[in-house]
């Protein structure tokens, strides 16, 4: 059956287990010398197959085999359920565990499951707080190589993912293909209890905690919770101050990066929401489902004492005070309290003696725009005698 006592002899090494050559570095054993050999070259760093088009090294000539794929695109090995393809049969060995949901590698500490046995070294660090890989600039550290690697673009600012459609550059290539998602309009995450459809499961993971009610995150100062932990972040800067977004225009400044975004469409009047009833155009997309309360007549906040029904939220809790007796906004020269710091704002200008609304026509000045607004009548040409 074989012609040669070498293939008949490792024949018998693979049915017996025996692993007759032992690696004197590491004390590895392997059924094959040639094995051994290429195994060798982990410790001695030697890498004797070189890529012809980027002249990458590589230790195992399949290794190279495999790499070349890059370049030339070619994925041989196809998924039988989803029909995605792949430059390498490990590759598809690994990405088949998503269908079957085998997890054959499990964390002794807390018995977490994994699908690749990298991944669980990695989880494993979380328990032992070992961090390998170390920034030689700010000097972080990292439980893996891709994690630093990924960090080290924040030094080099380094973004060579480009998005053909709009041209703008990424740092990763995930990320990148979250971005296309907005020009495809993909949603691939489905809410199974509204059915609301998500292009990131980060942001249908966020969106769960509504129905949930659940918020894990509470603010040590005033004891407010949260469902996220980055509002959480962002709300913690009201009591500290901090406002470390800043307008390149006209240097306001902002607690959060959101806001700072909404703020530059003041200076370049981009409005990129759009009515589809009336055209109007707005430049948050808060204003623009505000809005369209006017069209549907739409009004989801209830008092629950009178029943009376507002568009914003915001109303209904200055509405609430009404019942309370709560004033919160108080004047510092009179005393006087006041439900609105609009009221406030207004009342002040008494004490200082302010007008800022002028009528055009006699060049009288008023300390309210209603006021102003009633004076009008006396120049209108429709004002009856």
């Known amino acids: 059956m074989f012609n040669q006592s070498g293939r008949l002899k490792q024949y018998r090494r693979i049915r017996t287990g025996e692993r007759p050559f032992k690696c004197e570095v590491c004390d590895k054993t392997f059924n094959q010398r040639h094995s051994l050999e290429q195994h060798k070259r982990i410790h001695t760093g030697e ?20 790499h070349t ?22 590759s598809l060995e690994l990405h088949r565990r998503i269908h079957t949901g085998e997890k054959p590698f499990q964390c002794e500490v807390c018995n977490k499951m994994f699908n690749q046995r990298g991944n669980l070294k990695r989880h494993m660090m979380i328990h032992t707080g070992e961090k390998l ?10 439980i893996d190589r891709e994690s630093l690697k990924l960090h080290m673009i924040i030094h080099t600012g380094e973004k060579q993912f480009k998005c053909e459609v709009c041209d703008k550059m990424f740092n ?23 059915d609301k459809m998500f292009n990131q499961k980060g942001h249908l993971k966020r969106h769960s905690n509504i129905h949930t009610e ?56 981009e409005k990129p929401f ?23 007549g739409e009004r989801p906040f209830k008092c629950e004492v009178c029943e009376k029904v507002y568009k914003q939220r915001a109303a209904l809790k200055s509405h609430m005070m009404i019942h309370t007796g709560e004033k919160p906004f108080k004047c510092e020269v009179c ?11 207004v009342h002040i200008r008494t004490h200082t003696g302010e007008k800022p609304f002028k009528c055009e026509v006699c060049y009288k000045m008023f300390n309210q725009i209603g006021h102003i607004k009633r004076h009008m009548r006396i120049h209108s040409p429709e004002k009856t005698t």
């Not at 890989?133 to 990292?142: A, G, P, Q, S, V």
């Not at 101050?241 to 959060?256: A, I, Q, R, S, V």
């Not at 005393?335 to 704002?345: E, N, P, Q, R, Y």
């Open 47 to 66: 890498k004797p197959f070189k890529c012809e088009m980027c002249d990458k090294m590589f230790n195992h000539i399949g290794n190279l085999k495999q």
């Open 69 to 90: 794929r890059i370049h030339t695109g070619e994925r041989p090995f196809k998924c039988e359920v989803c029909d995605k393809m792949f430059n390498a049969n490990q």
């Open 133 to 142: 890989f170390k920034c030689e600039l700010c000097d972080n550290t990292f």
């Open 172 to 194: 990763q290539s995930g990320d990148l293909k979250l971005h296309m998602r907005i020009h495809t309009g993909e949603k691939i995450f489905k809410c199974e209890v509204c």
């Open 214 to 269: 659940e918020k894990p995150f509470k603010c040590d100062v005033c004891e407010k919770m949260f469902n996220q932990s980055e509002y959480l972040k962002s709300h913690l800067r009201i009591h500290t101050g901090e406002k470390p977004f800043k307008c390149e225009l006209c240097d306001k400044m902002f607690y959060h990066g959101g806001a700072l975004k909404t703020h530059r469409r003041i200076h370049t009047r």
């Open 274 to 296: 759009k009515c589809e009833m009336c055209k109007k155009m707005f430049n948050v997309s808060g204003y623009l489902k505000l809005h369209m309360r006017i069209h549907t």
């Open 335 to 345: 005393d006087k309290m006041f439900i609105h710091s609009g009221a406030l704002k």
